[in-house]
């Protein structure tokens, strides 16, 4: 099962709005609405951003949306600040064996 | 309050073994798929595998089989990874993570190993 693609790095400057992209395939983002993402500073454990597609967690930001388009899911940072400066990554269920896969990670850097 | 405690860091020697632990607290610890995530230095999470601790039930990620073992003690509320004999790629972080349907909802603080000479 191989991971979910996103880029690389992403960048925004305080104020702006930014996207990322996690594409999968029709094992596991195309056929389920069952994308989270998550986001990592540095040393720490990640942190739930989004569920099932477009669910916040009680305690996250309205700054944060996601969505999907057949195979890809997109996770959307509205209003950027500094804070956001982070690692992000998808994940989805998966019609494999290992039930999960994550996406490659992307680093957003606030300008 | 829901919470994942895991074992501390750990510096081994290549060949020798490690059991790291990660307790649950706060919840029906039965009731939840417990998943291993591994991160190598600079790089991206991996899932390893799961374990369902109210039957043991486990899954691996095939690059995983036959590498590490998953299990857990429902008695303790602690779910463990395991490896008979290292090698200096598994120098890594890894963390524990409650799974809440098809995501994590909490995390483990994360144990780092270093498999060095």
């Known amino acids: 099962q191989s991971a979910l693609t996103q880029p690389a790095s992403v960048s925004g400057s305080p104020g702006q709005s930014i996207t990322i992209s996690c594409t999968g395939t029709s094992s596991d983002v195309g056929v389920y609405n069952y994308v989270s993402w998550y986001q990592q500073h540095p040393g720490k454990a990640p942190k739930l951003m989004i569920y099932e597609v477009s669910n916040r967690p009680s305690g996250i930001s309205n700054r944060f949306s996601g969505s999907k388009s057949g195979n890809t899911a997109s996770l959307t940072i509205s209003g950027l600040q500094a804070e956001d400066e982070a690692d992000y990554y998808c994940?989805?269920?998966?019609?494999?064996?290992?039930?999960?896969?994550f996406g490659t990670g992307t680093k957003v850097t606030v300008l | 309050e829901v919470q994942l405690v895991q074992s501390g860091a750990e510096v081994k020697k290549p060949g020798e073994s490690l059991k790291m632990s990660c307790k649950g607290s706060?919840?029906?610890?039965?009731?939840?798929?417990i998943g291993w995530v591994r991160q190598m230095p600079g790089k991206g999470l991996e899932w390893m595998g799961i374990?369902?601790?109210?039957?043991?039930?486990?899954r691996y990620r095939p690059s995983f089989q036959g590498q590490v073992t998953i299990s857990a003690d429902k008695s303790i509320s602690s779910a463990y990874l395991q490896w008979s004999s290292l090698k200096g790629s598994d120098t890594a972080l890894y963390f524990c993570a409650r799974l809440s349907g098809d995501h994590v909802d909490h995390w483990g603080q994360g144990t780092l190993v270093t498999v060095s000479s």
């Open positions: 994940s989805s269920y998966t019609r494999s064996s290992t039930l999960y896969v």
């Open positions: 706060g919840y029906n610890f039965t009731n939840y798929w």
């Open positions: 374990i369902y601790p109210g039957d043991s039930d486990t």
